[in-house]
Nanobody, 118 residues
Framework: QVQLVESGGGLVQPGGSLRLSCVVS????????LGWYRQAPGKQRELVAS???????NYADSVKGRFTISRDNVKNTVYLQMNSLKPEDTALYYC????????????WGQGTQVTVSS
């Protein structure tokens, strides 16, 4: 069982920036594919950005050019740098560790709230 702990959320004005962090426990971090998801009230959870164990990243169209996902395999941490934030980015952001390469189930963090408002 792995644990994922997100941090870095908060209240920010439109146009501002936040950096989310997710620390993942365990020794197999470098093998995981990782992702950031978000869920706004009344909406389904959606994939925001993902990064493979080889370092390839992918983004939802709504955040391309504004968000950047990265990982540090020494610190067991995945980051989401969010720039030019918009009110529609307001959501609970979750970190996900896809451990399918090891035949293990996905693991989720508890979420960190991001609110973009003036």
């Amino acid at each position: 069982q792995v644990q994922l702990v997100e941090s870095g959320g908060g209240l920010v004005q439109p146009g501002g920036s936040l950096r989310l962090s997710c620390v993942v426990s365990g020794s197999r971090f470098s093998l995981y594919n990782l992702g950031w998801y978000r869920q706004a009230p009344g909406k389904q959870r959606e994939l925001v950005a993902s990064i493979t164990n080889g370092g390839r990243s992918n983004y939802a169209d709504s955040v391309k050019g504004r968000f950047t996902i990265s990982r540090d395999n020494v610190k067991n941490t995945v980051y989401l740098q969010m720039n030019s934030l918009k009110p529609e980015d307001t959501a609970l952001y979750y970190c996900n560790a896809n451990r399918a390469v090891l035949g293990l189930p996905n693991s989720w963090g508890q979420g960190t709230q991001v609110t973009v408002s003036s």
